[in-house]
């Protein structure tokens, strides 16, 4: 090698060295003997060489890191110049430095290679708010290059939060309730501050407290929570040096924590306390948090009247009080309202013409005594009357009227609906009341701005109707309309009762249950009677407001005949009982404040349906499927079909060819625009449409599947969008034809200027999540982006059971991050499938939120955004079927860390019910197992196979077999068999009963045709049952077709574990297949469940280690018992439990059920059984 060097010359023996400079051919290092003596001569490389060296290097600019909490993604470009053909990579990592001082980086160090065409690597298992340092050198057939060095830091991860055995505090009053605080483990960066959270439980949202839980990372101080209508506040801020070690802490204290006030709970409420760990560092902030108690109200008794000296006016309200409706409470006489039901939701904004929906419960009492020597006796009386309907012994005979009028709370903020409050309000007030007793005046102005700030959509004005202990119709109208018009009128109910000592109110507004067409003859607004009771279904048919209220209807209030209501002949409201008016008139007036469009309500096509309380759903589902007069079809035709609004774009030729379907193509004005590619005014066009969730504008972007030509656009939108997560509603092909090309890599691929690169693979029994990174060509910033891809909707109509999706859907939910873009959805054409998905997840998020669903609405609302979506009447159902179902059922799902602390609440007896949580959940998961009809398993009924069934009670479904292949002489393809999923592999287990005599061979025929590579038996063999033997013992054995052979046999504890060779004679070709044989035997035919957790989880895992060492996890399983029923299922379950804890580190016992018996109706069939699965679960988690 020529090269201008300066020649260094060390004499060990002087320990001198000298240098001079010389151009020679030599090697990189020589040894020369000058002086007499042995020298080592090192070569320094001039400018020229090192420049040279430095490009044969991978270059340095080209390292790019993505970091994550625990990951590294890390990408390079090759030298520029190589010394021949690079082979390999080298890199090494070791970490530098860590935010947190407690980390130990001993062992995070390592060395990886990687082939000249993988120039990227995950680097797993590192550890949090750490910087690394990576080396990397490129190899020829000459040896490695020159290395080159970068250092990045992964990012900080949210702090590690101890485990509770249980949330019972550890004391509790009336306002205040003591809880266990206990230090977190900081990971990647120390703590910074730990915070107590209190939030107020107004609705139950699901049937246990077992939601996974979001933490609170706006900070609300007691004093703002109300003005921000927020359920949270922040009762207290510790520092780490605060707390050291475990320590009590008591929420309600009445004290300041770090500028926290930790004001007393109010005893009628219900509350969950929630502590949470920050971490803060280099501009991240990251939260974890745990639920550390609960607390409930106490029971509210009834009003109780007092005398006191001076006038008063005294009453109980219950539940919260927001906004000027609380200022206003506070202003007035009574001071006893600290307890009120206030729910206040608006489903839509007044733009859309869409009335505000309140719910208040509020019991008001007006008392002022004119005489204080009044009998303590009669007073206790009446004050222990219940506040019920007035019977006709009770009613008054002195009579008070009282009128006033007076100015309205004005004020600069929002009230409880949203809009300003600033108007006059006029309230008359007839009753009467014992002798001796008044009604106080002053507190009319309160009730009156009361009825001012609930139950009113813009620009309407309100009228109350109605009587003395009656129920009473609210109706809206606008203002402005002429004589002769038709209106729409709708009703809330309304209580009153005057009791002895007091004048009561009982407020009952509930949310929207009819609409009326009513004709007006003049501007004199009529009267509508209406019955009100907690379960009222929505109204098949427009109904006259002169109709009066059927007995039935009465007979169903729970007020009685004296909530009864109905409609006389002059428009007012009469006595049920007596058909005329015999009480005096209660009438609240309030006057318009904003001007609005007035509102269609009417069945007719393009009309906004009421909204279905929650608790009404069942029943409204069942009507509307009967369809007596109106049902689905007629609700889902009344939606607008086809295009709607202009698509000229779309339309243009130049964007022809980016539409699959001509008719299902973007609206001009909701359609994604995407940046302009230089030169092609076109460029911006690609088939999608921004639509609107629940409160969210844009959350969701409405899409086609990529088609080739389209394939870079839709990645362009991606990254233009922020997108995080794709959900795909499809398969790539379907019954023979492509609905959707294959937009994403295996490995690396580019698509345009965006890089994409497959990071994960979770496969998972009806839908896969893969996890990719993003990067774009000029931009530093690699995102992290995962396509959530449902694989189990059938080719044709509908899932049978939305059990799957739901649980895909919380999915997306729960791992969506909050600050990304829209959600991308796409099915084929955009439609149908993406409606429904977009559809079910918005009107979660509103039952979850309100309490009540508005599908009609919504989906009205989303085809205004892209035509057709949920595109027929079968998704519009299924729709409204899965709602149910997630409303039943609930999210049930426990994260593993919190699992032994809430297995311990929900298998707790509640002494007054002598009943559980997990007894209540195994009740509903009997209501909502489906209910088997003799069509669904026509195959089993077939009078050829009825000697092939053990019971012809449970037979599997038609949908759900295993037909045979093997062909064995004339015997059937049938055997009674159905296949299960398990958590990650869909048709994992074969369920099956144990073989009768005349089944043996089609037993064989099942491992054979199904690729079985083990069974498991659960049953003890009984000859009287007839449960023999069915496999050969230390010989071979021809059933039917298939020859068994024996192999080998060992007996562990209370497994007996066999390995039979079986091949299929007919067919040598096929060769032969390995199955092993787990015969459990420590399962009593007595029992319910076995006696040992830990003996039945051996089977499990010898099941998990064969199937990884031998069959690659391809393999199914069959599993049988006598009936292939209870045991069977209960070993699924329990399967699929430790699957889910491996995957996805939750338990969700109630999901996995659900699902197996979604296919077979008597998988765990019992309590016990279904106690066990999360006995056992609880012991696998013991056992890491």
């Known amino acids: 090698m020529a090269a201008e060097l300066c020649c260094f010359i060390l004499d060990r023996r002087l320990n001198r060295l000298f240098i001079f400079p010389f151009s020679t051919k030599i090697s990189a290092k020589t040894t020369a003997h000058l002086f007499g003596g042995s020298f080592s001569i090192f070569h320094q490389p001039t400018a020229k060489c090192v420049e040279r060296r430095k490009r044969c290097a991978v270059p340095l600019e080209s390292i790019q890191g993505g970091p994550f909490e625990e990951k590294i993604y890390i990408q390079w470009k090759p030298p520029n110049e190589t010394n021949g053909v690079i082979t390999l990579y080298e890199i090494n990592y070791k970490a530098v430095g860590s935010l947190d001082p407690s980390a130990d980086l001993s062992s995070q160090r390592g060395k990886v290679f990687k082939l000249r065409n993988e120039t990227h690597h995950l680097f797993v298992g590192l550890y949090p708010g750490t910087t690394y340092s990576f080396t990397i050198k490129a190899s020829t057939a000459k040896g490695f290059g020159p290395p080159v060095t970068t250092r990045i830091a992964t990012k900080i991860s949210a702090p590690s939060m101890p485990e509770y055995d249980t949330d019972t505090p550890l004391n509790e009053t009336d306002t205040t309730i003591t809880v266990m605080l206990k230090p977190a483990q900081s990971r990647g960066a120390p703590v910074s501050v730990y915070q107590l959270v209190v939030k107020e439980e107004r609705l139950q949202k699901s049937r246990r407290a077992a939601d996974i839980i979001e933490c609170f990372s706006v900070p609300v101080s007691y004093r703002n929570a109300s003005s921000l209508d927020s359920l949270h506040y922040f009762a207290a801020e510790l520092k780490p040096a605060n707390l050291p070690v475990t320590q009590p802490f008591t929420v309600g204290d009445n004290k300041t924590y770090n500028g926290y006030w930790n004001p007393p709970l109010s005893p009628l409420k219900s509350y969950s306390i929630y502590f949470q760990a920050l971490s803060k560092a280099n501009g991240e902030t990251k939260i974890n948090c745990v639920r550390l108690a609960t607390k409930g109200p106490e029971i509210v008794e009834k009003c109780k009247i007092s005398h006191l000296k001076d006038q008063k006016v005294l009453g109980t309200c219950v539940g919260k009080v927001e906004g000027p409706v609380q200022k206003m409470l506070e202003q007035s006489p009574s001071r006893c309202t600290k307890t009120m039901n206030l729910y206040c939701k608006r489903r839509l904004s007044c733009a859309r013409e869409q009335p505000t929906v309140c719910l208040l419960s509020c019991w008001h009492g007006l008392f002022q005594p004119k005489k204080l020597a009044k009998k303590q006796k009669e007073t206790q009386s009446g004050a222990q009357r219940e506040m019920g309907p007035v019977a006709s012994t009770d009613k008054p005979t002195t009579k008070l009227s009282t009128s006033r009028n007076d100015e309205g709370f004005s004020s600069s903020s929002q009230d409880v609906n949203g809009f300003m409050a600033a108007h006059r309000s006029q309230v008359s007030l007839s009753g009467a009341t014992e002798a001796g007793s008044e009604l106080s005046s002053t507190s009319l102005p309160m009730v009156s701005q009361l009825f001012n700030h609930v139950g009113r959509s813009c620009g309407h004005s309100c009228v109350l109707h109605g009587g003395l202990g009656q129920a009473l119709s609210w109706s809206q109208s606008d203002p402005h309309e002429v004589p002769g018009s038709e209106i729409s009128m709708f009703k809330y109910g309304i209580l009153v009762h005057f009791h002895r000592n007091s004048v009561q109110l009982g407020i009952t507004i509930r949310p929207l249950v009819e609409f009326l067409d009513v004709k007006k003859a003049n501007k004199k607004q009529q009267a509508v009677s209406e019955e009100i009771h907690s379960r009222v279904p929505i109204a098949k048919n427009p109904v006259s407001a002169r109709q009066p209220v059927s007995q039935a209807a009465r007979a169903s209030s729970p007020w009685g005949d004296h909530g009864s209501l109905k409609a006389s002949g002059d428009g007012g409201l009469a006595d049920g009982s007596r058909g005329e008016l015999s009480q005096p008139t209660l009438t609240i007036q309030t006057h318009p404040y904003r001007a609005c469009d007035p509102m269609e309500m009417s069945y007719s096509r393009d009309q906004f349906q009421p909204a279905i309380r929650v608790a009404d759903l069942l029943q409204h589902i069942t009507q509307m499927k009967r369809g007596q007069g109106y049902g689905f079809k007629e609700e889902y035709e009344a939606l607008p079909e086809g ?70 656009d839709f990645w362009r939108m991606i990254w233009q969008e922020n997108s995080a997560s794709i959900v795909m509603v499809t398969n790539l092909v379907e019954v023979g034809r492509v609905k959707c090309v294959r937009y994403w890599p295996d490995d690396t691929e ?174 509903t998961l009997n209501i909502v197992t489906p209910h088997i009809r003799p069509e669904d398993c026509s195959i089993g009924l077939l009078p050829r196979n009825h000697d092939k069934n053990r019971s012809m009670d449970v037979l599997p479904l038609d949908r759900c077999l295993p037909f045979l292949i093997s062909v064995d002489g004339e015997s059937s393809n049938y055997i009674n068999a159905a296949l299960m999923d398990s958590h990650k592999q869909p048709a994992a287990f074969v369920v099956t009963q144990h073989p009768l005599p005349n089944t043996v061979a089609d037993f064989w025929r099942l491992v054979f045709d199904y690729n079985c590579s083990s069974v498991v038996m659960l049953n003890e063999m009984d000859t009287a049952q007839l449960c023999m033997q069915y496999w050969p013992e230390k010989t071979s054995g021809c059933y039917g077709p298939i020859q068994v052979e024996f192999v080998s046999a060992d007996i562990d504890e209370d497994i007996i574990h066999r390995i039979f060779r079986i091949c299929n004679m007919a067919r040598p070709q096929d060769g032969y297949r390995i199955v092993q044989h787990l015969q459990y035997i420590g399962w009593p035919a007595y029992r319910d469940t076995p006696p040992s957790k830990r003996s039945l989880l051996k089977v499990v895992r010898r099941l998990e280690k064969w199937q990884e060492q031998y069959d690659g996890r391809e393999g199914r399983t069959v599993v049988h018992c006598l009936n292939g029923g209870g045991r069977s299922g209960t070993f699924c379950a329990i399967c699929s439990v430790c699957e889910m804890i491996q995957q996805q580190n939750i338990i969700d016992v109630f999901h996995i059920v659900k699902t197996l018996r979604n296919n077979k109706s008597n998988m765990v069939e019992t309590l016990e059984q279904y106690k066990f699965v999360y006995e056992v679960a609880l012991e696998y988690l013991s056992s890491f």
């Open 643 to 712: 295009q709607t609004a202009s698509w000229d774009t779309a339309k243009e030729d130049e964007n022809r060819n980016k539409n699959r379907y001509g008719n299902i193509i973007s609206y001009d004005h909701s359609r994604v625009r995407l940046l302009v590619l230089d030169g092609d005014p076109h460029s911006d066009y690609i088939n999608a449409n921004y639509i609107d969730g629940y409160h969210r504008p844009r959350h969701y972007i409405a899409t086609q599947g990529p088609m080739q030509e389209t394939v870079k």
């Open 750 to 923: 580019v698509y345009g200027d965006i890089k994409v690169t497959l990071i994960e693979t979770e496969p998972l029994a009806e839908y896969v999540i893969r996890t990719f990174t993003v990067q774009k060509k000029g931009y530093h910033e690699i995102r992290e982006l995962r396509l959530f891809h449902f694989t189990s909707w059938p080719d044709h109509g509908v899932p049978c059971y939305a059990t799957g999706l739901l649980g895909f859907v919380r999915q997306v939910k729960f791992l969506n991050p909050p600050e990304a873009g829209p959600i991308v959805v796409h099915c084929s054409a955009g439609a149908g499938r993406t409606g429904c998905f977009i559809a079910i997840d918005t009107m979660l998020d509103m039952a979850e939120n309100e309490g009540v669903v508005d599908i009609f609405n919504c989906v009205r609302e989303l085809r205004a955004q892209r035509v057709n979506l949920v595109q027929t009447e079968e998704q519009y159902v299924f729709v409204h079927d899965a709602i149910l179902e997630a409303c039943l059922c609930g999210n049930t799902a426990i994260p593993v860390c919190e699992f032994r602390s809430l297995y311990y609440n929900i298998s707790r007896l509640d002494p007054q019910t002598n009943s559980s949580q997990i007894k209540d959940e195994f009740q």
